[in-house]
């Protein structure tokens, strides 16, 4: 076994993991949220929401 079988074997597995990291990551919990608010973006008054304009960058500064 050298390391060419190694980088074989770890490549995969390595880009396994990070998929599914960045599936959990953007459909999780604490992005839903985010990415709710984001969507109602377009329907929002623009007079009335600023605020909530505003909040929704914050957040996602926040995941960032």
Excluded: C, H
């Amino acid at each position: 076994m050298d390391i060419n079988d190694i980088r074989g074997y770890l490549t995969p597995a390595l880009g396994i993991v990070l998929f599914v990291w960045i599936v959990m990551w953007a459909y999780g919990k604490k992005s839903r949220q985010v990415y709710d608010e984001a969507a109602n973006l377009p329907f929002a008054d623009d007079e009335d929401d600023s605020a909530s304009v505003q909040a929704v960058v914050a957040d996602q500064r926040k995941m960032i």
